[in-house]
């Protein structure tokens, strides 16, 4: 009788899920399609190097495809965003710990972070130009200098959250500094590290395609460049819809997933 409960309790549940995937699914397609026929529609009325169609951009990528540089300057593009996003994330979580457990160090410190915030992506990528020269490290640092601080802002704010009668307990118990970080403050920041590192993440692939432009021989904000000054609009086209594609897949096929599956005991608190 019981298994008769269950099963009649579960597919209720599959099929609610399913159609709740099919809606939002057929949401994005209308959006798409939308934009589309918009596309399509103003690619009509104005010369094609201004505007090239969908079609026009299509062929363009299917050449780009072709030359057999199309994976390798997507895959370095890819490996220096991951790069520098990473360092970012070894560095800002930590500090940003810190910050949120030590008040006033934090308060000392703030001024810092906030002149940092205000410097665009550009002026790092000149200096890092200067630093670097044409080379992986510029792209991965004016990456890192983009991410850090979003990362560690929000890191902080979650260790100021930390409930300070919990602290005063573990230190009742004789715990040291090291274990009250990785017991008390990690697992409550780990929310707020998901949400800064999917924001930094596509502030990553934003700025790197900046600094590529500026400092690089290869890689996708090169080829933008290059796409650009020889006026093929239809190409720069066909990357720009590229980027734009991978960075949906990785946000709503990595990170967002992997964000739900660490955190779906909030949902059934």
């Not at 008769?4 to 809606?23: D, E, I, K, N």
């Amino acid at each position: 009788m019981s298994s008769v409960s269950t099963a009649s309790s579960v597919f209720p549940a599959r099929f609610g899920r399913l159609t709740r995937f099919a809606r939002v699914a057929g949401q994005r397609l209308s959006l798409l399609a939308i934009f589309l026929i918009l596309w399509w529609v103003a690619a009509q009325r104005v010369p094609a190097f201004i505007l090239p169609g969908p079609g026009k951009t299509w062929n363009a990528l299917l050449d780009l495809i072709a030359t057999g540089t199309f994976a390798e300057d997507l895959g370095i593009t890819l490996y220096r965003v991951v790069a520098g996003f990473l360092l970012a994330a070894l560095v800002g979580t930590p500090l940003g710990i810190l910050l949120g457990a030590n008040r006033r160090l934090g308060s000392f410190c703030e001024p810092v972070l906030s002149v940092v915030n205000t410097v665009s992506a550009a002026i790092w990528a000149i200096f890092a130009l200067i630093w670097f020269g044409i080379s992986n490290g510029t792209t991965i640092f004016v990456v890192f200098m983009e991410a850090m601080p979003l990362i560690l802002t929000n890191v902080w704010q979650g260790a100021q959250s930390v409930n300070a009668e919990y602290v005063e307990l573990a230190r009742s118990f004789q715990m040291s500094r090291s274990k009250v970080m990785t017991k008390i403050y990690l697992p409550t920041v780990l929310p707020y590290f998901f949400s800064g590192a999917r924001l930094a993440f596509g502030f990553g692939w934003r700025v790197s395609l900046v600094a590529e432009t500026i400092g690089s021989s290869n890689g996708v904000g090169y080829r933008l460049r290059q796409a650009a000054d020889l006026v093929q609009t239809d190409q720069v086209f066909a990357w720009t819809l590229t980027m734009v594609v991978l960075m949906v897949v990785l946000e709503y096929g990595i990170l967002k997933p992997l964000e739900n599956h660490l955190f779906r005991w909030k949902k059934r608190a």
